[in-house]
């Protein structure tokens, strides 16, 4: 079983749906990374979350930490929100600060 | 917002040949650096973490004398892929960490797609 678990694989919807995508994780973790990935490769990072929720524009990401979960959610989707979102847990151990444990990715796919 | 950025963008090149791939910090100063590998459908995997000054840490699996890493400055950090191999063929991507003065988050490079023949 991976360290790092996010579901579903993938994703399609069309525009203005609301989207969630989820990450568990079985490490102890200082903080949850959620990521965006476009075809060309380039990473973007979204969040950094230790506890609660944050908020940019029209993404939302929630931790619960007692429950080792997270969850991305996208309102009012778009066709270019389109791309991989990949959950990374930055592992707790002495020494290994930042070292980042990844998701296989969700591919979201919104059509017009 | 900080950006960092990577050098070259894509490269081809022979086996047994060595390739170099830079990673810069725009904009701010990077305490650490990491470097990764994706290969085709699968996660980023941590290769190794690049201190300035100082010896990077290697992830186990990964041959520090294969994957070199040089971290000369806050700002700079190589990646050099010594006698490379088909199989050695990926998607390698590098991030950086602030120093201070950035919301501490890491912020990754464009990646260097890597395509040895």
């Known amino acids: 079983k991976n360290e790092v678990e996010q579901s579903p694989q993938n994703l399609t919807a069309q525009e203005g749906e609301f989207i969630t995508i989820n990450c568990s994780y079985s490490?102890?973790?200082?903080?949850l990374h959620w990521l965006q990935q476009h075809p060309g490769g380039g990473i973007v990072s979204l969040f950094m979350?230790?506890?609660g929720k944050k908020k940019h524009g029209r993404l939302i990401a929630t931790i619960n930490i007692q429950e080792k979960h997270s969850s991305l959610h996208i309102t009012a989707s778009h066709p270019r929100d389109s791309a991989v979102y990949i959950c990374?847990?930055?592992?707790?151990?002495?020494?290994?600060?930042?070292?980042?444990?990844f998701g296989k990715g969700t591919k979201l796919s919104v059509k017009p | 917002g900080a950006v960092v950025s990577q050098h070259p963008s894509w490269v081809i090149c022979k086996s047994g040949t060595s390739v170099k791939i830079e990673c810069r910090s725009l904009?701010?100063?990077?305490?650490?650096m990491f470097w990764y590998r994706q290969f085709p459908k699968q996660s980023l995997m941590l290769m190794a973490t690049?201190?300035?000054?100082?010896?990077?840490?290697?992830e186990q699996g990964v041959e520090k004398d294969k994957f070199l890493i040089n971290h000369a400055s806050l700002t700079l950090s190589t990646l050099t892929v010594t006698s490379a191999h088909p199989e050695d063929s990926s998607f390698y991507i590098c991030?950086?960490?602030?120093?201070?003065?950035?919301?501490?988050?890491?912020?990754f490079g464009p990646g260097t797609r890597l395509t040895v023949l």
């Open positions: 490490v102890g973790i200082s903080a």
């Open positions: 990374a847990a930055e592992r707790n151990y002495g020494g290994s600060q930042g070292n980042l444990i």
């Open positions: 690049s201190n300035e000054g100082s010896k990077a840490t290697y």
């Open positions: 979350l230790s506890s």
């Open positions: 904009d701010f100063q990077a305490t650490t």
């Open positions: 991030s950086a960490r602030a120093l201070a003065g950035l919301a501490d988050t890491q912020y």
